[in-house]
């Protein structure tokens, strides 16, 4: 039924893979010009009062930033008997559960290195048993990591099937929810490139996973990875995952969807991640913090709670234009995690929004004046 | 990280309104200054145009680089000055002569034509041709009783905007 409805769409659209357009997201001509009729007067050049007020509220609060805002946890302690059992629980958390947590790790990585190492080389002829042993190991490394954090993750719904043409798509708060789907399902997963030991993890254990890396930066990865894409979905027998949203956001909000992962013409199995700040804020804010220092942050914590769902398999309807399937599914994530949605790109954390958006303003307001000088 | 909330005292917080003619309250005072640290990522004690420019909301706005020139290097005090104008408790005058400001980019207390061809090109931008704008700003100048030369002030902006219903009010988010 998937591939009735949306085989691929030539490769002129593979430039614009990561620019969904703004407009299709905001309502009709936002706020600026309520349409005013009449003659056109010098007052009504002269008040610039709706532009001014819209960069105002933009000043004083604006939808966009607060998608990256982190929690700061709501201080308990200062309180003369509640102060003693929180200095117990900072002396519990950092000097008892976190070398716990160290050692469970160094294990984990111990039993993995000492296994992956010899599979990966001694198993060369024998693919198939090799690919099997390796994701067995990877499922079993990140369960090592999510004890690390004392993870609680409650999975809700059908667990993930092994079989191609299909993509999973999930909202991305850390790089820590990669963690917890994979110890479930070996999926292959498309991520930025990171420098550091991440990034070293990268190259040579995920590698074997079928993952897919790419720098946000260079467009030439992007058609590279729109290629990958498609090779890996319709070829590999282990699924795909894919975060959408392209960056990390802080869990009560969701940024547009790239709609790469909406246009192969498979199904599309959405994921939703909520997590609950009770005892850590699982928002990884890479500006503030690096990777190490917040899996650090995790592993000082009391636990790490979440919830996920595997939600029902979407496929693009007829007539539907892969921008609106991408908003669907983030409908039925959004709805699911009881997140808000907001209409901007998360790129624009490394980038300025188009000049498009502005010439859309001014293009209205022009119109409206010089209609309304040919009133009489 | 500290709660930074916490380092404005009253008599900072007194202070401040003093400076915006209690167009805040202090709960808003409070909340803009957690807005203000948000913004000022560096902790430089001003908000730089590449901070300001993170906001889309604000980088699409016609008006952000000449706004930008006045909101350079502004401290906290000073910022909230700004947004005062935009207070539902700042009077019409205050909103008039803060709308004049930013017409009268060379603060000389005059708005001339090609100031307001300034502001108008920012507005319009290509859709509207330079000749157009200009013969647009003639004729409507003329028909409200100034010519091409005439230099507007205050009182004149006053008497054009002061019965015109302008709304320009933003409210600043309490927690």
């Not at chain 2, 502004?74 to 935009?86: C, D, I, P």
Request: proline share 5%; net charge neutral.
């Amino acid at each position: 039924m998937s591939s009735t409805t949306g085989r691929f769409r030539p490769s002129s659209s593979e430039s614009d893979l990561d620019r969904p357009n703004i407009e299709d997201y905001l309502p009709s001509g936002s706020s600026i010009q309520q349409e005013p009729r009449g003659k056109l007067r010098l007052r009504d050049l002269l008040d610039i009062s709706p532009t001014l007020t819209e960069a105002a509220g933009a000043i004083v609060d604006d939808s966009f930033t607060r998608c990256f805002k982190s929690n700061s946890p709501e201080p308990w302690n200062w309180n003369i008997y509640l102060f003693p059992l929180w200095c117990c629980g900072v002396v519990i958390r950092y000097f008892i559960l976190f070398p716990v947590r160290v050692l469970v790790l160094t294990l984990g990585w111990i039993i993995f290195l000492s296994s992956y190492i010899p599979v990966h080389f001694l198993l060369k002829g024998h693919d198939r048993l090799r690919k099997k042993l390796e994701r067995f190991l990877v499922e079993l490394i990140c369960s090592f990591f999510v004890a690390s954090w004392t993870g609680v993750v409650k999975y809700h719904g059908p667990r993930p099937s092994m079989r191609p043409n299909q993509v999973f798509v999930a909202n991305h708060t850390s790089m820590i929810d990669f963690i917890i789907l994979e110890q479930m399902t070996a999926f292959a997963v498309i991520m930025q490139k990171h420098a550091g030991w991440v990034g070293l993890l990268q190259s040579t254990i995920l590698e074997s996973m079928g993952c897919i890396w790419f720098n946000r930066t260079e467009s030439k990865d992007r058609e590279i990875v729109a290629r990958k894409l498609r090779e890996h979905v319709q070829g590999a027998d282990n699924p795909l995952l894919i975060f959408p949203e392209g960056t990390c956001v802080n869990n009560h909000y969701t940024v547009m969807f790239k709609k790469g992962a909406f246009e192969l013409g498979c199904s599309v199995c959405p994921v939703a991640i909520k997590y609950n700040k009770i005892f850590v804020d699982a928002f990884w804010n890479s500006r503030k913090q690096s990777f190490t220092k917040h899996l650090l942050q995790l592993m000082t914590s009391w636990a790490v709670v979440c919830d996920v769902w595997y939600l029902e398999p979407q496929n693009m309807r007829s007539g539907e234009t892969p921008i609106e399937f991408a908003e669907r599914v983030r409908d039925i994530i959004s709805a699911r995690a009881g997140l808000k949605k907001v209409p901007w790109d998360g790129y624009l954390k490394h980038s300025r929004p188009s000049p498009k958006h502005r010439e859309r303003k001014q293009q209205s307001f022009a119109e409206s004046v010089l209609r309304r000088l040919e009133e009489k | 990280m500290g709660n930074t909330s916490s380092m404005l005292t009253q008599y900072d917080i007194e202070e401040v309104q003093e400076r915006c003619n209690h167009t805040f309250s202090q709960q808003e005072i409070v909340s803009l200054y957690q807005r203000f640290c948000q913004l000022d990522r560096n902790g430089r004690g001003f908000i730089s145009s590449d901070e300001f420019l993170s906001i889309p909301e604000f980088a699409v706005n016609p008006l952000s680089q000449r706004l930008l020139r006045m909101l350079n290097g502004l401290n906290f005090k000073e910022f909230v000055a700004f947004l005062s104008a935009f207070s539902p408790r700042a009077t019409l005058q205050h909103k008039i002569e803060f709308i004049f400001k930013v017409y009268d980019s060379d603060c000389n207390g005059k708005v001339t034509f090609s100031d307001i061809l300034d502001i108008l090109r920012d507005l319009t931008g290509q859709f509207i041709s330079e000749q157009q704008r200009e013969q647009v700003l003639t004729r409507v100048l003329e028909e409200s009783g100034y010519t091409k030369d005439s230099a507007l002030n205050i009182s004149d902006f006053m008497k054009i905007l002061g019965n015109s219903g302008t709304r320009m009010e933003v409210e600043v988010p309490v927690d």
